[in-house]
C-alpha cells in the first residue's frame, strides 16, 4: 500500500482544501495542511460511514506535529503547521487503532476478500446494523485495541483502498494496480469525489454474504466455545453475555506470537480452539 498512500499525499498536500488557492506565505504544496488531511479522510469515506468523527481527525493531527522549531522563521512555522510524508503515516496508526474494525474470522466469515469490501458492503446493505457495529467497538484513545495495530493498519488501508478502487477510473482494479498506476487512479479519484461534493460513492461488493447473518452466526459460535470452557461454565447467561460484551476475537497464524516477554499484561487471552506454546 505504499505507492497507495504516497501518491495520496502528495496529491492532496498539492491540491490544496478543496482545490482553494492559498497565497500567504505559510501556504505549501509539498507538505499536509489540516484542512488537506481532513478533505483525504472524507473523500474516502471514513467520515461517511461514521468510523471516524472530525473532531477525532483533529486529535490525531496533533500528535504528529508535536516537535521543537529551530527559529521563529515562517518555514518554521509551515513545519509545526503540517504533516511530513511520515507524519501522515503516524496519523494513520493512530487513527486505526481507535477504528472500529472487523477482524480476520468476521472478514473471512462473511465472503468478503478484504475489510474494505467488509465494511463498504456493510454499510451499503445494512446502514443501521453497520453504525451499530461502529458504536459498541469504537475506542477512546488509551484502550486497548481489539485486535493487533498490524491488523487495525492492514483493515484501514483496505478501505482506503477500496474507496480509491470504487471512485477511481473506471475497470481499474486493485489486484491489476501496479506502483505507477497509484498517481494516475488516486488524481483520478480526487476529481471524481470533488465533482460530487466531497461525498464517495460506497458501494456493495458483488460475491459479500449477508454480514448482518455472518456476525450472527460468528457470535453464536463463540458464545457456545465460551461456555464449553470450565472457567466460565458456571456463569449465567446474562454474566456470559457481558463478558463476551468486553472481548474481541483474534486470529492468530501458525508461527506468530500472542504475547512477548516484556509487555504489559493488561490483556486475558481465551483459546477457543488451536493450541499456544509458551516458549
Known amino acids: 500500500h505504499l505507492p497507495m498512500l504516497r501518491a495520496l499525499y502528495t496529491i492532496y498536500a498539492r491540491e490544496g482544501n478543496d482545490r482553494l488557492e492559498d497565497h500567504s506565505k505559510l501556504a505549501t504544496r509539498s507538505w499536509m495542511s489540516a484542512g488537506e488531511w481532513l478533505h483525504l479522510i472524507m473523500h ?20 504528529p506535529r508535536i516537535r521543537s522549531c529551530v527559529d521563529l522563521s515562517d518555514r518554521e512555522e509551515m513545519r509545526v503547521r503540517n504533516l511530513f510524508f511520515e507524519d501522515f503515516l503516524e496519523a494513520l496508526v493512530r487513527l ?20 474494505g469490501e467488509f465494511m463498504l458492503t456493510f ?13 459498541q467497538r469504537q475506542l477512546d484513545w488509551f484502550e486497548h485495541p481489539h485486535q493487533g495495530i498490524d491488523k487495525c493498519i492492514e483493515h484501514l488501508l483496505a478501505i482506503i483502498a477500496r474507496a480509491v478502487e470504487a471512485n477511481g477510473p473506471p475497470g ?21 469525489v470533488t465533482s460530487k461534493g466531497n461525498v464517495p460513492r460506497i458501494p456493495a461488493c458483488a460475491g459479500v454474504a449477508d454480514i448482518v447473518s455472518s456476525l450472527r452466526a460468528a457470535e ?27 472481548m474481541s476475537v483474534g486470529k492468530y497464524e501458525d508461527g506468530k506470537y500472542v504475547i512477548e516477554q ?14 499456544a506454546e509458551v516458549l
Open 96 to 115: 486505526a487503532s481507535t477504528m472500529a474494525l472487523p477482524t480476520d474470522a468476521e472478514i473471512e466469515a462473511s465472503g468478503a476478500q478484504d475489510a
Open 44 to 63: 474516502v469515506g471514513l467520515i461517511e460511514t461514521h468510523l471516524v468523527t472530525v473532531s477525532t481527525l483533529y486529535q490525531v493531527f496533533i500528535w
Open 123 to 135: 454499510h451499503a446493505t445494512a446502514p443501521e446494523a453497520c453504525l451499530e457495529f461502529i458504536t
Open 172 to 192: 481499474w482494479k486493485l489486484g491489476s494496480m501496479t506502483d505507477g498506476h497509484w498517481q494516475k487512479a488516486v488524481e483520478s479519484f480526487c476529481k471524481t
Open 220 to 246: 453464536v459460535q463463540l458464545l457456545e466455545a465460551l461456555r464449553r470452557l470450565p472457567a466460565f461454565a458456571a456463569l449465567s447467561e446474562e454474566n456470559l453475555l457481558a463478558l463476551r460484551a468486553a
Open 262 to 275: 516484556g509487555e504489559v499484561g493488561d490483556v486475558f487471552y481465551v483459546i477457543t480452539s488451536g493450541v
